[in-house]
């Protein structure tokens, strides 16, 4: 079992950049992959980034957003930089076990509750 819990979001101008922090509760946090995914209103929850054995994007955030880890500190970062208008979403961490990098929801079975990023035209 494993708690998550997110921070760093806020409203920003379009063109800015925000860091996600999501510290994870647990002793084997170097043993989880972690993902990075969000929920604009009115849309399904989207796949973002994920980092285990290895790390993967989706098209949208590649060369934008960029995932990392300090396993020292249990906690996964998302540093957004370019910030666009549809960035607009919740962004949820989530984790499973270590392995290649997951892209769907139900690959994940722990979530965090969610920080809102908002980001101004």
């Known amino acids: 079992q494993v708690q998550l819990v997110e921070s760093g979001g806020g409203l920003v101008q379009a063109g800015g950049s925000l860091r996600l922090s999501c510290v994870a509760s647990g002793r084997t946090f170097s043993s989880y992959t972690m993902g990075w995914f969000r929920q604009a209103p009115g849309k399904e929850r989207e796949f973002v980034a994920a980092l285990g054995w290895s790390t993967y994007y989706t098209d949208s955030v590649k060369g934008r957003f960029f995932m990392s880890r300090d396993n020292a500190k249990n906690t996964v970062y998302l540093q957004m930089n370019s910030l666009k208008p549809e960035d607009t979403a919740v962004y949820y961490c989530?984790?499973?076990?270590?392995?290649?990098?997951?892209?769907?929801?139900?690959?994940?079975?722990?979530w965090g509750q969610g920080t809102q990023v908002t980001v101004s035209s």
């Open positions: 989530a984790a499973r076990g270590i392995g290649v990098a997951k892209t769907k929801l139900e690959d994940y079975p722990y």
